[in-house]
């Protein structure tokens, strides 16, 4: 990460219950530096979450939010953390986010609270940036900064997130022969409105989820990506061609007694596997997502051996849970080959850019990700970018939350210009 040359100090943390676009509390946090300057972050919180992710502070007070209340965490940001970073220099982030961490002691931020510290960490970033007069995705990356992340756009929702029949928790599509971001966005949404004329001809519903996604009452996993293959094609696009296909399973959700249990099918980790491969052969499928569960390290292997050299990605969240530690078992297994990144499963931007740069080095693709309680917070959109990530997941073409993150990535795309790059299919296959 690039530092800047303007020496300022941290004079004061505050932080704020806030609600999130599904109407639950978070943490917002504003750090102000001696000269003036200030920076505020909101954190998200997500509701599929993995078992080895960092944990969230909620004050478990039934008579107020349902116990989903945050002021403890804004307590532990004022007694705690506010006293021990004044004064320090805000362009010290490893500084900063090590004693961060050191506060908390614990492995999964149990202690003050990952949603505690994530807010002053991410807060403390946007101050640095604004400080160096610097965007911040330009403060993160440097020269290196102009690569546009492919989009992996939520259309049908299932699973937790959704009251349907259908067990995979997001069917998305992939714009990877767009020409830039901007056409990637148009594309994405011309697609989204067809998709929702399809169902409404279907007779089903069209309301959207907390991603933004549809979540109609369609039968199974090939019910939905023949609807969204027509759709496609109504739209006027290839299919796979120009717009592909990318799934989250989030196995860890249908994963029961020994059987993973997938459109009303048990299936053991070699039929599972053997699903898999069909469906890529059927359809354009370029992605897919936590397609075993966190623990089941033997399928995670099979899978990936049996999908090497056939250009599939497949992407480990709760696997990984964007810590480098877990990450490394999984390169060290041969387990996948890209890496979801979320900052609020980790707890700071440092260690976020730790795993980022041990995926690089390993030739891991690394997806930027939002979570399901979001904000109009747009750090993420600057993230991918700075991170140069080559994808990012930031919900459908519907709910404001969502696309702020993508609006951002089109501003970004107009400050960069004729340097602007968009990955395109090499996001997936270089």
Request: with cysteine.
């Amino acid at each position: 990460m690039k530092h800047t040359p303007h020496h300022a100090s941290i004079v004061q943390v505050r932080a704020r219950e806030i609600l999130d676009s599904r109407g639950w509390p978070t943490v917002e946090v504003d750090v102000r530096l001696d000269n003036g300057v200030m920076g505020c972050a909101c954190v998200p919180s997500g509701a599929s979450t993995g078992q080895y992710e960092a944990c969230e502070k909620r004050d478990g007070d039934k008579a107020r939010y349902l116990g989903k209340g945050v002021l403890t965490a804004v307590r532990h940001v004022h007694e705690m953390i506010a006293p021990a970073l004044e004064g320090m220099a805000i362009d010290e982030q490893a500084s900063i986010d090590g004693l961060l961490c050191a506060l908390d002691g614990s492995a999964q931020k149990e202690q003050l609270g990952a949603n505690a510290l994530l807010g002053v960490s991410l807060a403390c970033l946007r101050a640095a940036s604004q400080n160096a007069h610097m965007s911040l995705y330009r403060y993160i990356g440097g020269v290196c900064a102009y690569h546009l992340p492919v989009p992996l756009v939520n259309v049908v929702n299932g699973g937790c997130h959704a009251d349907n029949p259908l067990d995979v928790q997001e069917f998305m599509l992939v714009p990877w022969n767009a020409p830039s971001l901007t056409e990637a966005v148009r594309w994405s949404a011309e697609c989204f409105h067809h998709i929702r004329m399809l169902l409404q001809e279907k007779g089903l519903a069209t309301s959207v989820g907390d991603e933004g996604g549809f979540a109609p009452a369609l039968e199974n996993t090939r019910d939905v990506l023949d609807t969204l293959s027509h759709a496609i094609e109504k739209a006027g696009y290839r299919l796979g061609d120009d717009i592909a296909f990318a799934l989250d399973v989030a196995a860890n959700e249908c994963y029961k007694d020994g059987l993973y249990h997938i459109d009303g099918t048990p299936y053991d980790k070699a039929q599972l596997v053997q699903w898999y491969q069909t469906l890529c052969k059927d359809y354009p499928l370029v992605s897919i997502e936590d397609p075993f569960s966190d623990d089941d390290v033997e399928g995670w292997v099979a899978l990936t051996s049996a999908m090497q050299g056939q250009n599939i990605q497949l992407v480990g969240d709760d696997l990984f849970v964007t810590n480098s530690q877990r990450l490394q078992q999984g390169i060290d297994k041969q387990c996948a080959n890209a890496i979801l990144i979320k900052v609020n499963q980790i707890g700071t931007i440092s260690e976020t850019e730790q795993t980022l740069h041990l995926a690089q080095q390993h030739h891991y693709r690394r997806v930027m990700s939002h979570r399901s309680g979001e904000t109009t917070d747009t750090t993420i959109a600057d993230l991918a970018v700075g991170f140069q990530c080559q994808q990012i997941k930031t919900g459908s073409m519907a709910r404001g939350e969502r696309l702020a993150k993508y609006n951002r990535l089109l501003r970004i795309e107009e400050e960069l210009g004729d340097h602007a790059i968009y990955q395109g299919k090499k996001a997936f296959f270089p």
